[in-house]
């Protein structure tokens, strides 16, 4: 099942099947609104309401709900049309031409060198963004949106961005230089065909001159490849690699993703009539692990209601990961679930270091916050769990930084502490490592010498920050007594309360290891 610019598709309907996303006719009304700038909603009568999620994938739930297709978060970073691309062969490709299935060269990290290796195109989508002009000291220029990523000596940066407010990133500026070979007219590089292991560095001649708002909005376009980049116009550029995951869950890897926001207004109707069918066996349904479903555009649409009105008519399990705050709106209807069947929830916290949140985090509710969510659901007779993610070496692993965040947890009633240390894979790794330079560099060599090239600290330290968390959450007397009792008529259906399910728990880790 695809969503693909409004197009529809034939399938069968059985729940989870790759079937149409939409009957025809099924669109109701497209708008835009200013509440929401630079997003269209699609409302829509779906005929699905149930995904599930592909046996290659490895999310350890079997089943999700998606109320909203696309999120107003997600990321896009887009290049001019006429690009060239250095394809798999040696020779380049404008970056329109360029279609699924295309090999193309991306990077990968080995010892102290980023070098070159052939990769396939998993994905080509258009969109519509504000075009800057980037030029460099040999001449080299790309035109590309604000969001797009390249990468420099410092690590990767934005084209584009602000020095202060909302708008803080790490961006170009004129002190920066580039990895890669220079424009792709280099004749060396078009002799030199096969560029396999082929190291890239920075060079003094690929310094950033200049960074040009154009003050035009241009069709632009961008590839996912399996390697999360590739080589612009002879400049290692980067993609959004996560756009491939969310087709696992069957969302479209296009520019709806982005801005085009499909909303199942029917979604609830859709879920009663397929939970009523025999074939469905009651599994457990874990929301929000892929687009949160209380993302803000259900501040509008209100579809989460209806959608716990059905779990709980049918006494079907679920659970719900969130970093905001909305959930708490439907405290009574998660309580009145929790009476008969099992319910769960789990929120991110990984320390309480203001500035640390601050620098980190900046886009989040505040810790604190967080965990009194944690306590309103707890006090609410939904078991909620707290997930210590990402925890930081040598940021806020010390006992003490631990203890704390372990001692608001259990203050916050959590069923569960589940610690999750850094992980740095492609695309996060460089980001951090440009985020470490500027704040903390002392860290850097250390750093070095705890990953590596690997995207993983080594067990023996995950396993020395799990013993600790471990040794806490038994001081605080987290999970040692069942601080939480289901409702009467719950418990004499099913006994005593339990902790959440581990499929629960597990989804809810394996999605917050993408935090960064």
Same mark, same amino acid.
């Given at each position: 099942?695809?969503?693909?610019?409004?197009?529809?598709?034939?399938?069968?309907?059985?729940?989870?099947?790759?079937? /149409?996303?939409?009957?025809?006719?099924? *669109?109701?009304?497209?708008?835009?609104?200013?509440?929401?700038?630079?997003?269209?909603?699609?409302?829509?009568?779906?005929?699905?309401?149930?995904?599930?999620?592909?046996?290659?994938?490895? =999310?350890?739930?079997?089943?999700?709900?998606?109320?909203?297709?696309?999120?107003?978060?997600?990321?896009?970073?887009?290049?001019?049309?006429?690009?060239?691309?250095?394809?798999?062969?040696?020779?380049?490709?404008?970056?329109?031409?360029?279609?699924?299935?295309?090999?193309?060269?991306?990077?990968?990290?080995?010892?102290?060198?980023?070098?070159?290796?052939?990769?396939?195109?998993?994905?080509?989508?258009?969109?519509?963004?504000?075009?800057?002009?980037?030029?460099?000291?040999?001449?080299?220029?790309?035109?590309?949106?604000?969001?797009?990523?390249?990468?420099?000596?410092?690590?990767?940066?934005?084209?584009?961005?602000?020095?202060?407010?909302?708008?803080?990133? /790490?961006?170009?500026?004129?002190?920066?230089?580039?990895?890669?070979?220079?424009?792709?007219?280099?004749?060396?590089?078009?002799?030199?065909?096969?560029?396999?292991?082929?190291?890239?560095?920075?060079?003094?001649?690929?310094?950033?001159?200049?960074?040009?708002?154009?003050?035009?909005? +241009? /069709?632009?376009?961008?590839?996912?490849?399996?390697?999360?980049?590739?080589?612009?116009?002879?400049?290692?550029?980067?993609?959004?690699?996560?756009?491939?995951?969310?087709?696992?869950?069957?969302?479209?890897?296009?520019?709806?993703?982005?801005?085009?926001?499909?909303?199942?207004?029917?979604?609830?109707?859709?879920?009663?009539?397929?939970?009523?069918?025999?074939?469905?066996?009651?599994?457990?349904?874990?929301?929000?692990?892929?687009?949160?479903?209380?993302?803000?555009?259900?501040?509008?649409?209100?579809?989460?209601?209806? +959608?716990?009105?059905?779990?709980?008519?049918?006494?079907?399990?679920?659970?719900?990961?969130?970093?905001?705050?909305?959930?708490?709106?439907?405290?009574?209807?998660?309580?009145?679930?929790?009476?008969?069947?099992?319910?769960?929830?789990?929120?991110?916290?990984?320390?309480?270091?203001?500035?640390?949140?601050?620098?980190?985090?900046?886009?989040?509710?505040?810790?604190?916050?967080?965990?009194? =969510?944690?306590?309103?659901?707890?006090?609410?007779?939904?078991?909620?769990? *707290?997930?210590?993610?990402? +925890?930081?070496?040598?940021?806020?692993?010390?006992?003490?930084?631990?203890?704390?965040?372990?001692?608001?947890?259990?203050?916050?009633?959590?069923?569960?502490?589940?610690?999750?240390?850094?992980?740095?894979?492609?695309?996060?790794?460089?980001?951090?490592?440009?985020?470490?330079?500027?704040?903390?560099?002392?860290?850097?060599?250390?750093?070095?010498?705890?990953?590596?090239?690997?995207?993983?600290?080594?067990?023996?330290?995950?396993?020395?920050?799990?013993?600790?968390?471990?040794?806490?959450?038994?001081?605080?007397? +987290?999970?040692?007594?069942?601080?939480?009792?289901?409702?009467?008529?719950?418990?004499?259906?099913?006994?005593?309360?339990?902790? /959440?399910?581990?499929?629960?728990?597990?989804?809810?880790?394996?999605?917050?290891?993408?935090?960064?």
């Amino acid at each position: 099942m695809r969503w693909d610019s409004l197009r529809l598709m034939d399938g069968d309907e059985s729940p989870g099947s790759n079937v /149409p996303l939409l009957p025809r006719g099924a *669109v109701t009304r497209t708008f835009d609104t200013p509440e929401f700038r630079g997003i269209t909603f699609h409302e829509v009568t779906a005929r699905s309401a149930l995904n599930k999620v592909p046996e290659a994938s490895r =999310m350890p739930f079997r089943w999700t709900i998606n109320p909203y297709r696309g999120c107003s978060h997600a990321c896009v970073y887009c290049l001019g049309a006429d690009t060239p691309i250095l394809m798999g062969d040696g020779r380049s490709k404008q970056l329109v031409d360029i279609r699924v299935g295309d090999v193309v060269y991306g990077t990968e990290a080995r010892g102290s060198y980023r070098r070159c290796v052939r990769t396939s195109v998993l994905a080509h989508w258009q969109t519509s963004k504000p075009a800057f002009r980037v030029t460099l000291e040999d001449g080299t220029t790309l035109v590309a949106s604000g969001d797009h990523r390249l990468l420099t000596e410092w690590g990767w940066k934005h084209v584009a961005g602000g020095n202060c407010g909302a708008g803080v990133r /790490p961006h170009l500026t004129v002190n920066d230089s580039l990895f890669g070979f220079g424009e792709m007219t280099d004749p060396a590089v078009c002799r030199k065909r096969d560029l396999a292991g082929f190291a890239i560095k920075a060079r003094a001649r690929l310094g950033v001159v200049s960074v040009e708002e154009l003050g035009l909005e +241009i /069709p632009m376009y961008d590839i996912t490849t399996g390697t999360g980049d590739f080589i612009a116009n002879g400049v290692v550029s980067h993609n959004c690699f996560a756009r491939k995951t969310h087709e696992y869950l069957d969302l479209d890897a296009g520019h709806d993703f982005d801005s085009q926001i499909v909303v199942k207004t029917n979604v609830g109707e859709v879920l009663r009539r397929e939970l009523a069918r025999p074939s469905w066996r009651g599994e457990h349904i874990a929301m929000g692990t892929n687009v949160d479903c209380y993302q803000r555009a259900e501040g509008r649409y209100a579809l989460m209601p209806d +959608i716990l009105r059905a779990l709980t008519e049918t006494a079907n399990p679920f659970s719900i990961l969130t970093k905001g705050a909305l959930l708490l709106r439907d405290l009574p209807l998660l309580e009145a679930a929790a009476d008969v069947t099992e319910v769960s929830a789990a929120v991110s916290v990984g320390f309480l270091d203001d500035d640390v949140w601050r620098t980190v985090e900046p886009g989040t509710p505040p810790p604190m916050r967080r965990l009194e =969510m944690c306590a309103a659901l707890n006090a609410a007779r939904v078991p909620t769990g *707290v997930l210590l993610a990402p +925890i930081l070496p040598y940021l806020t692993d010390s006992p003490a930084q631990l203890e704390r965040t372990v001692a608001a947890a259990a203050a916050a009633g959590a069923q569960y502490v589940s610690p999750i240390v850094l992980h740095l894979r492609p695309g996060a790794r460089e980001w951090w490592q440009a985020w470490l330079r500027r704040e903390h560099p002392d860290l850097v060599p250390r750093y070095r010498e705890l990953y590596g090239d690997r995207s993983d600290a080594p067990r023996s330290y995950q396993a020395g920050v799990t013993e600790t968390v471990r040794r806490l959450a038994d001081k605080h007397g +987290i999970g040692r007594t069942n601080v939480l009792r289901r409702r009467a008529g719950h418990e004499r259906a099913r006994g005593s309360a339990q902790a /959440p399910t581990v499929d629960a728990r597990r989804a809810a880790e394996s999605a917050q290891l993408s935090l960064l």
